[in-house]
């Protein structure tokens, strides 16, 4: 991934400790184009002769920041969606139990299948943070991962 630094990389406001949210939607984006995620990747990039080595050094520190955060960020929100789909699984779970009872007891019609539409309800949101929302924040999770620990070239 190759990136040119020409002028002011930094957020207006932030005082020069965060950088432009421009700059990691690029990388982030650039990222996605690598067909072979497998192999090593380095991140190049390409500052003009106005930014002193310390500086450069300085950008580098805060992308490795930036992408330390947020894997952090993710690894929490995994764990808050297995929280939820477990509680969503119990949930419905017992309300299936309790649609088996009615259906034992041959309790009214109506309100057993309302019961058992709300069960499956249950169960499926369940799956679906399990399987579907984990899944794609694991692949972020994954891509931070790889863009934190990958090697930074600083080229002038």
């Not at 002011?8 to 400790?17: D, E, I, K, L, V």
């Not at 990039?45 to 330390?68: G, Q, V, W």
């Amino acid at each position: 991934i190759i990136v040119n630094i020409d002028n002011n990389p930094y957020q207006a406001f932030s005082g020069n400790n965060m950088l432009d949210m421009d700059l990691y939607e690029f990388i982030e984006n650039t990222f996605m184009l690598i067909e072979n995620k497998k192999k090593k990747i380095n991140l190049k990039l390409i500052f003009s002769d106005s930014f002193a080595d310390e500086e450069k050094k300085r950008i580098i520190s805060l992308i490795n920041m930036h992408y330390a955060l947020k894997y952090k960020e993710i690894k929490k929100s995994i764990k808050k969606t297995k929280i939820i789909a477990w509680t969503l699984l119990l949930i419905g779970s017992i309300i299936m139990g309790l649609y088996g009872f009615l259906c034992y007891r041959n309790i009214n019609f109506i309100f057993r299948e309302t019961i058992g539409i709300f069960s499956w309800v249950f169960l499926w949101e369940s799956c679906n943070e399990f399987f579907f929302t984990n899944n794609s924040f694991r692949l972020k999770m994954l891509q931070c991962l790889i863009l934190w620990e990958c090697e930074k070239i600083i080229q002038s």
